[in-house]
């Protein structure tokens, strides 16, 4: 153990380093393979890393997406990316990443072998679509990952079309978190009763607080602690939560939060209980076999078969001594058509009346008519099995449901999203589409311009726009607002100019440029780092990061609290090397070698990580008062723990009361920490570090 006086040096030592900037050093270089959309979109997020960037295409755009580009490119080298002298003009030896990102996946592979050769170090980020062989490739070729560029953003354009206050769904092995942007009404249950520091918890943080009439934040934590919500106020946070179709498949209404699960339980009951309750469930059971006739048949007969069979049980009940389970036995025995069965149950001496022959004969048609239908059933499912006959769609859905026009690569993995949780959904192409995709979507094939009449869009929720060409996507939206103002619109787009042109000639549509989202999470891979997802909040883009902590690490003996707040990201999960995850974890955690860290972050976020450079810490502590004995030693101890100074150095400051603790804070650090103290009855309070 080390002596007070070497461990307050220690523990000084450890703040003046964490708090020097690091050194200036040559910019890493990276190289990009393809200057399509995606390729520029790529190299443009690389340049605002202060980075070198190479490029590599044949031939030249005709016209650059960004206009700027060729002047920030450091190298612009025309040729086959595949050649190794091509590679070698684009100084591929000094490169730290390639990303190949041509729109042919097949030069992309021949590209990275290539590189591999001339270069075994470098880390290759591939656009490619093929899953099997990508992980392959990844444990050949080493420091590889790969990407389609339709893969990332289909989650997002799935998310916009739900026109609900969820954001955005972030799946961690066995835990599910969703990212929720609420609108503060006079009915939920934050109203005017929390302040926004009370808002996180175990399972919950705050992402941001938008008050009624402010502009959108820029950042994460640009909220002040101490606030209360209002009416009006926009608040998103990020929450650990259950199954993914149990979340989704009814929407979030703040004012169910202040209901009493006891309330809610019974008004459960009374609907289950109430006529119109049974009359819909059977109005939608018979909308949901309109295109299957064979179905609504059996529903009849079914029906049918089973009314006789209480009515025939009720009869023979009262007109002869027989109990209940003989009743219902004959009368079941009727239905099969045994007539001898039926009146030798009964006794010799009994005269059958013609109401009872009659009643009989009735009973034969009816059960044969239902074996002909059995027997119909079984033969059409046999027959679809064995030669895999094509079965009929589900019909079109009435109201609240999700058209989805397009549906090449992009439009197919938002129709699975919005199958998995369960929407409504409608899909709209002008090509046929394989019966084995999406067999219980509803589907029209037919002129993209001729469908919009077909597919209940006055009673839409929503309309995706995702096909490959911006100017339908653009004339159909207009289209589908011109029908239904009232419906959300997602507008897919390719080119930059473009989507901000329409964002701000139709506000009312949301733009979301496919290559341009695509690229961010291309760019953060390409730095080293695991891109999990990416999610829109607040018209920025978000990705969800993983980290695992290495020696040279700059996030090497931080604390949570230092990268949450001096980076600008939220950590939403940590793990120690052999140990239980920990969600949403706490602040005073320091990271070590090893450790794996997942976390939200902007782009401008993830370069600060990259770089290194932290926000600066600009409020202090004044320690005032300790108004017990066992308050100083508590309070020291909770000194310590949330600002990461030594133990020795707290206990120096409380036992000098008043004093200034010497180590400057986040102002959201230095704020839990004043609250901390006031439960360990320690009076502190926040004062600015003086400008130096």
């Given at each position: 153990?080390?002596?007070?006086e070497?461990?307050?040096?220690l523990?000084?030592?450890?703040?003046?380093?964490?708090?020097?900037?690091?050194e200036?050093?040559t910019?890493?270089?990276?190289?990009?393979?393809?200057?399509?959309?995606l390729?520029?979109?790529?190299?443009?997020v690389?340049?605002?890393f202060?980075?070198?960037v190479?490029?590599i295409?044949?031939?030249?755009?005709?016209?650059?997406?960004?206009a700027?580009?060729?002047?920030?490119?450091?190298?612009l080298?025309?040729?086959?990316?595949?050649?190794?002298?091509?590679?070698?003009n684009?100084?591929?030896?000094?490169?730290r990443?390639?990303l190949?990102?041509t729109?042919?996946?097949?030069?992309?592979?021949?590209?990275?072998?290539?590189?591999?050769?001339?270069?075994?170090?470098?880390?290759?980020?591939?656009?490619?679509?093929?899953?099997?062989?990508?992980?392959?490739?990844?444990?050949n070729?080493g420091?590889?990952?790969?990407?389609e560029?339709?893969?990332?953003?289909?989650?997002?354009?799935a998310?916009?079309?739900?026109?609900?206050?969820?954001?955005?769904f972030?799946?961690?092995g066995?835990?599910l978190?969703r990212?929720?942007?609420?609108?503060i009404d006079?009915?939920?249950r934050?109203?005017d009763?929390?302040?926004?520091?009370?808002?996180?918890?175990?399972?919950?943080?705050?992402l941001?607080h938008i008050?009624?009439?402010?502009?959108?934040?820029?950042e994460?934590?640009?909220?002040?602690a101490?606030?209360r919500?209002?009416?009006?106020?926009?608040v998103?946070?990020?929450?650990?939560?259950?199954?993914?179709?149990e979340?989704?498949?009814?929407?979030?209404?703040?004012?169910?939060?202040s209901?009493?699960w006891?309330?809610?339980?019974?008004?459960?009951?009374?609907?289950?209980?109430?006529?119109a309750?049974?009359?819909?469930?059977?109005?939608?059971l018979?909308?949901?076999?309109?295109?299957?006739?064979?179905?609504?048949?059996?529903?009849?007969v079914g029906?049918?078969m089973?009314?006789?069979?209480?009515?025939?049980t009720?009869?023979?009940?009262?007109?002869?001594?027989?109990?209940?389970l003989q009743?219902?036995y004959?009368?079941?025995?009727?239905?099969?058509?045994?007539?001898?069965?039926?009146?030798?149950?009964?006794?010799?001496?009994?005269?059958f009346?013609?109401?009872?022959?009659l009643?009989?004969?009735?009973?034969?048609?009816?059960?044969t008519?239902?074996?002909?239908v059995?027997?119909?059933l079984?033969?059409?499912?046999?027959l679809?099995?064995?030669?895999?006959l094509?079965?009929?769609?589900?019909?079109?859905?009435?109201?609240d449901?999700?058209?989805?026009?397009?549906?090449?690569?992009?439009?197919?993995r938002v129709a699975?999203?919005?199958?998995?949780?369960?929407?409504?959904?409608v899909?709209v192409?002008?090509?046929?589409?394989?019966?084995?995709f999406?067999?219980?979507?509803?589907?029209?094939?037919?002129?993209?311009?001729?469908t919009?009449a077909?597919?209940?869009?006055?009673?839409?929720?929503?309309?995706?726009?995702?096909?490959?060409?911006?100017?339908a996507?653009?004339?159909?939206g207009?289209m589908?607002h011109?029908?239904?103002?009232?419906?959300?619109?997602?507008?897919?787009?390719?080119?930059?100019?473009?989507?901000?042109?329409?964002?701000?000639?139709?506000?009312?549509?949301?733009?979301?440029?496919a290559?341009?989202?695509?690229?961010?999470?291309f760019?953060?891979?390409?730095?080293?780092?695991?891109?999990?997802?990416l999610?829109?909040?607040?018209?920025?883009?978000v990705?969800?990061t993983?980290?695992?902590?290495?020696?040279?690490?700059?996030?090497?003996g931080?604390?949570?609290?230092?990268?949450?707040?001096?980076y600008?990201?939220v950590?939403?999960?940590?793990?120690?090397?052999?140990?239980?995850?920990?969600?949403m974890p706490?602040?005073?955690?320091?990271?070590?070698?090893?450790?794996?860290?997942?976390?939200?972050?902007s782009?401008?976020?993830?370069?600060?990580?990259?770089?290194g450079?932290?926000?600066?810490r600009?409020w202090?502590?004044?320690?005032?008062?300790?108004?017990?004995?066992?308050?100083?030693?508590?309070g020291?101890?909770?000194?310590a723990?949330?600002?990461?100074c030594?133990?020795?150095?707290?206990?120096d400051?409380?036992?000098?009361?008043?004093?200034?603790l010497p180590v400057?804070?986040?102002?959201?650090q230095a704020?839990?920490?004043?609250?901390?103290?006031?439960?360990?009855?320690?009076l502190?309070?926040?004062?600015?570090?003086?400008?130096?």
């Open positions: 153990m080390l002596p007070p070497s461990e307050s040096q523990g000084e030592q450890t703040i003046a380093a964490h708090d020097r900037q690091p200036p050093s910019p890493s270089r990276f190289l990009v393979c393809g200057l399509g959309s390729g520029q979109y790529c190299a443009m690389l340049k605002e202060g980075v070198l190479s490029a295409t044949i031939p030249l755009p005709e016209s650059w997406e960004i700027a580009l060729p002047e920030l490119l450091d190298d080298v025309t040729g086959d990316c595949r050649q190794p002298e091509c590679l070698e684009a100084k591929i030896h000094a490169c990443a390639v190949l990102v729109s042919d996946e097949r030069v992309n592979i021949e590209a990275a072998f290539a590189i591999r050769l001339l270069n075994p170090d470098v880390r290759l980020v591939v656009r490619s679509s093929k899953q099997n062989l990508n992980a392959l490739l990844g444990q070729l420091n590889f990952v790969a990407f560029a339709s893969q990332l953003p289909a989650p997002a354009f998310i916009a079309a739900l026109a609900s206050e969820i954001r955005g972030i799946n961690l066995d835990h978190l990212v929720v942007k609420v609108s006079d009915e939920h934050w109203r009763l929390r302040v926004l520091h009370e808002l996180n918890n175990a399972t919950r943080r705050l941001s008050p009624e009439g402010q502009p959108l934040p820029t994460f934590h640009q909220w002040e101490d606030a919500v209002r009416i009006g106020d926009l998103a946070y990020i929450e650990v939560t259950g199954n993914l179709t979340l989704t498949a009814t929407p979030i209404a703040p004012s169910s939060h209901k009493r006891s309330e809610r339980l019974w008004q459960k009951r009374r609907q289950l209980l109430s006529g309750y049974l009359q819909r469930t059977l109005r939608e018979w909308q949901s076999t309109a295109q299957q006739q064979t179905k609504r048949v059996a529903l009849i029906s049918v089973l009314s006789l069979l209480v009515c025939g009720v009869v023979f009940k009262l007109t002869h001594k027989v109990n209940w009743a219902f004959v009368s079941g025995v009727m239905l099969l058509g045994s007539y001898d069965t039926v009146f030798g149950s009964l006794s010799p001496q009994d005269s009346p013609l109401w009872m022959r009643m009989n004969l009735s009973y034969m048609m009816a059960g008519a239902s074996i002909a059995l027997y119909a079984l033969t059409e499912t046999l679809a099995a064995k030669f895999q094509p079965k009929k769609r589900p019909p079109l859905p009435q109201h449901h999700v058209v989805l026009i397009g549906l090449g690569r992009v439009g197919r699975t999203f919005l199958q998995q949780i369960k929407h409504p959904l899909g192409s002008n090509q046929a589409i394989e019966s084995s999406l067999p219980q979507m509803p589907l029209v094939v037919n002129e993209l311009t001729s919009l077909k597919v209940n869009l006055a009673t839409a929720k929503s309309v995706v726009l995702a096909t490959d060409d911006e100017m996507n653009l004339e159909l207009l589908a011109a029908a239904n103002p009232n419906c959300a619109l997602v507008i897919r787009t390719f080119d930059t100019r473009f989507s901000a042109s329409i964002d701000r000639l139709l506000p009312y549509a949301k733009v979301l440029c290559y341009e989202l695509a690229a961010e999470a760019v953060a891979a390409a730095f080293g780092e695991k891109v999990l997802n999610i829109r909040l607040n018209e920025q883009t990705l969800v993983e980290y695992t902590i290495a020696p040279d690490d700059h996030l090497q931080c604390l949570l609290a230092e990268v949450a707040y001096g600008g990201a950590p939403i999960l940590h793990q120690r090397s052999h140990a239980s995850v920990r969600l706490s602040d005073d955690i320091r990271l070590e070698v090893g450790d794996r860290l997942v976390v939200l972050a782009i401008n976020s993830l370069q600060q990580i990259e770089r450079e932290r926000l600066p600009q202090q502590i004044c320690i005032d008062q300790a108004l017990s004995k066992d308050a100083v030693f508590d020291a101890t909770t000194i723990r949330i600002s990461g030594s133990l020795t150095m707290a206990r400051c409380i036992n000098q009361l008043p004093s200034l400057p804070l986040y102002k959201h704020q839990r920490l004043t609250r901390q103290l006031r439960k360990a009855q320690v502190a309070h926040l004062v600015p570090e003086p400008q130096r």
